[in-house]
C-alpha cells in the first residue's frame, strides 16, 4: 500500500511511539523506512529535559542528534528494515513536506506533542503545518495516554 515511509523524528517520546508504528506498517508492505529529523539553521530544538533522552544537561550538539538518529536507526533494522536517515536543514514543517515531495513519499508518520489549547494556539501544532505542506497523507501519532 506504501512504498515509501517517511518517519519524522524531533526524539521525543511521542515522536518514539511514532517510530514504534511506522515500523510496524513497514514490515506489513515495502520493508524499508526512512527517519528524518529537521531543524532551523543555527537552532537546534529538542524537547527538556535533555537527560531523558540521553544527551548532556548542557544542551545538544550537532554529534547528538546524530547519534540519536542513528539509535532509531538500528531499532527499525533490527526489525529486519531497510532504514535510511537524514538531518534536513531548515523549518521542520516546511523541510519534511519538501523532501516527501522529492523522495517521493507515501506517507509521512509523525508524533503529535500533546499541546494544550494555549500552546496550540502560541506555537501552533507541528503536525498540523505538516499536513498542509505534505504532498501526500500524513499519520499522526496521537500522544500515550498517562
Known amino acids: 500500500m506504501f512504498d515509501k515511509i517517511l518517519l519524522a523524528t524531533d526524539f521525543s517520546p511521542n ?3 511514532a517510530l ?12 524499508a523506512l526512512e527517519i528524518v529529523h529537521a531543524y532551523r539553521t543555527g537552532v537546534i530544538v529538542l524537547p527538556p529535559p ?6 548532556p544537561p548542557s544542551g545538544p550538539t550537532f ?5 540519536a538518529l542513528e539509535s532509531r536507526v538500528q531499532q527499525a533494522r533490527a526489525k529486519g528494515l531497510r532504514v535510511e536517515a537524514r538531518t534536513l ?5 516546511e523541510a519534511i513536506g519538501d523532501y516527501a ?9 509523525v508524533g503529535a506533542r500533546g499541546l494544550g489549547l494555549l500552546d496550540r ?3 501552533g501544532s507541528v503536525a498540523a503545518k505538516i499536513i498542509r505542506h505534505a504532498p501526500c497523507p500524513v499519520l499522526v501519532v496521537p500522544p500515550r495516554a498517562s
Do not use: F, K
Open 20 to 31: 514504534a508504528l511506522a515500523i510496524d506498517l513497514a514490515q506489513r508492505g515495502p520493508r
Open 121 to 123: 494556539v502560541l506555537v
Open 101 to 109: 515531495r522529492e523522495t517521493g513519499a507515501d506517507l509521512i508518520v
Open 15 to 17: 515522536a518514539d511511539a
Open 50 to 55: 535533555l537527560e531523558l533522552l540521553g544527551l
Open 63 to 67: 554529534d547528538h542528534l546524530e547519534a
Open 89 to 93: 536543514v531548515g523549518e521542520p514543517t
